[in-house]
């Protein structure tokens, strides 16, 4: 009788009237907070070190104690990495390879999932399957065709793609694209076709329908792509070191390989320059917060 009155009471006491704590939620908890814990470690050092002088820690140690706590190691990271150039380098790669990705990927999704056609299906599977081939696979192809591209010379010093910021644009846009439109399509299934239907019913073209029916919609979802491509191609180095030669052309992530010495690397301003590179990330996923989260919970309470 009393296990039946606690279970109607929502698992409280039948006595004291308090909530009773499971040993399993007990435990989750536990995991929970080590997991975050663990995740933050490396960051929290990171910090520490970072305004510790070089010289305090290799005279006492990094488990030491410190004595002296300043900034000085981003003054001397932001002077010594050149990092407002490479900042600058950064955004005009991320931010039209971001924007292109989404609209292109938008078009086909929209195409996909909107018009009944006989290759619909493998049209998205050939976009789709390009995310599972390696990218360390076609380095050399790929090389080799920059070197055979040609650029206007007013576009590219050397006239060729290689070595351009458009390069770099280009093979973002082009390995982003599969994810993106995999996203967006399966977004797009769960807006109702009576929008499409009435949409044309009453006369409207398919850019408008796209464009002020579609589009509006998607809003979510795209915050919450927007928010990935940025964090993934601003952090990507890999294809910066492959397609650039000039070092005036690098991304900020080759920023961080200008602080390291050649016969010694001072870890607090390595430390320092990492955690700056850092910002803008943050600071695009707390501008998207919203939208971010939102886009990830999507569909999550559909049956």
């Known amino acids: 009788m009393a296990a039946d009155t606690a279970r109607r009471r929502g698992g ?43 010289s305090e820690t290799q005279s006492k140690g990094y488990l030491s104690l410190p004595s002296t706590l300043n900034l000085q190691n981003y003054v001397n ?3 010594q990495s050149g990092m407002p150039h490479f900042f600058w380098n950064t955004v005009l790669i991320a931010v039209p390879a971001v924007l292109i990705t989404l609209l292109l990927s938008s078009f086909v999704a929209f195409t ?9 299906l493998l049209l998205l599977m050939v976009f789709t399957a390009g995310n599972l081939l390696p990218q360390q696979v076609i380095i050399t192809p790929l090389y080799r065709l920059y070197l055979l591209i040609s650029l206007p010379s007013g576009v590219s010093d050397s006239g060729k793609l290689y070595d351009t910021i458009i390069g770099l644009i280009v093979i ?17 299934k769960t807006i109702p076709n009576g929008l499409h239907e009435a949409a044309v019913v009453d006369g409207a073209t398919v850019w408008q329908i796209y464009s002020r029916i579609i589009l509006p919609l998607l809003r979510p979802a795209m915050a919450a792509l927007a928010t990935l491509l940025s964090i993934w191609i601003y ?4 294809w910066a070191i ?10 900020i992530t080759s920023a961080l390989a200008n602080l ?3 016969f010694f690397t001072n870890d607090n301003l390595v430390a320092a320059g990492a ?3 850092a910002i803008p990330t943050l600071i695009v996923y707390f501008l998207l917060q919203r939208q971010f989260v939102s886009g990830l919970t999507l569909g999550a309470e559909k049956g």
């Open 77 to 79: 990271a932001w002077q």
């Open 112 to 120: 996909v999932t909107r018009f009944n056609f006989k290759f619909n």
């Open 235 to 238: 952090n990507d180095f890999f």
């Open 275 to 277: 955690l700056m590179t």
């Open 242 to 251: 492959v397609l650039i030669s000039s070092g005036d052309k690098m991304p």
């Open 12 to 54: 409280t006491h039948p006595v004291t009237g308090k909530r009773r704590v499971r040993p399993a939620r007990i435990v989750l908890h536990i995991f929970l907070a080590t997991t975050a814990l663990a995740w933050l470690v490396p960051m929290l050092w990171a910090v520490y070190t970072s305004l510790r002088p070089y």
């Open 172 to 188: 973002h846009v082009a390995f982003q694209s599969g994810f993106t439109t995999f996203v967006l399509s399966n977004y797009m």
């Open 260 to 262: 390291s010495g050649t």
